[in-house]
Nanobody, 126 residues
Framework: QVQLAESGGELVQAGGSSRLSCDFS????????MAWFRQAPGKGREFVAG????????IYADSVKGRFTISRDNVKNTLLLQMNTLKPEDTATYYC???????????????????WGQGTQVTVSS
C-alpha cells in the first residue's frame, strides 16, 4: 500500500520562495517515477515537474522552468519541490503523484500516475 503525504504549503509573497515535501509510505520508492501537479481554483489539474526513478532525469512545465526544481531522496523516501521567484499565478493546490513504472522517461499525463497525495495549498500574494 502506497501513501503520499504533502507538506510545506503556505502563504508567500510574490518573488519569494517555498519548498514542498512529499513523504512516500510503502515499498520501493526508488522504483517509482514521481511528479508534482497543481490545480488552481476553477481550473484543471496541470503537470508541474517530474523526476524519474533514479533522479537523473527531470522535466518541467514551461511555466515553471528555471524557477522550480524537483528532486528526490531515495533513502528518506521523499520528493521535494523547491519553488523560487513565485508568482501569483502559481497559487494552487499542489499534489505529488507516483508512477509505478520504472522507466527513464517521465510522463506529463496525470492518467499515468497510480498514487496521489491529498494536496497542499500554496498561495502567492501580489
Amino acid at each position: 500500500q502506497v501513501q503520499l503525504a504533502e507538506s510545506g504549503g503556505e502563504l508567500v509573497q510574490a518573488g519569494g520562495s517555498s519548498r514542498l515535501s512529499c513523504d512516500f509510505s510503502g515499498r520501493n520508492f526508488g522504483s517509482f517515477g514521481m511528479a508534482w501537479f497543481r490545480q488552481a481554483p476553477g481550473k484543471g489539474r496541470e503537470f508541474v515537474a517530474g523526476v524519474n526513478w533514479n533522479g537523473r532525469n527531470t522535466i518541467y512545465a514551461d511555466s515553471v522552468k528555471g524557477r522550480f526544481t524537483i528532486s528526490r531522496d531515495n533513502v528518506k523516501n521523499t520528493l521535494l519541490l523547491q519553488m523560487n521567484t513565485l508568482k501569483p499565478e502559481d497559487t494552487a493546490t499542489y499534489y505529488c503523484a507516483a508512477d509505478r513504472r520504472t522507466t527513464l522517461s517521465i510522463s506529463r499525463y496525470e492518467g499515468d500516475y497510480d498514487y496521489w497525495g491529498q494536496g497542499t495549498q500554496v498561495t502567492v500574494s501580489s
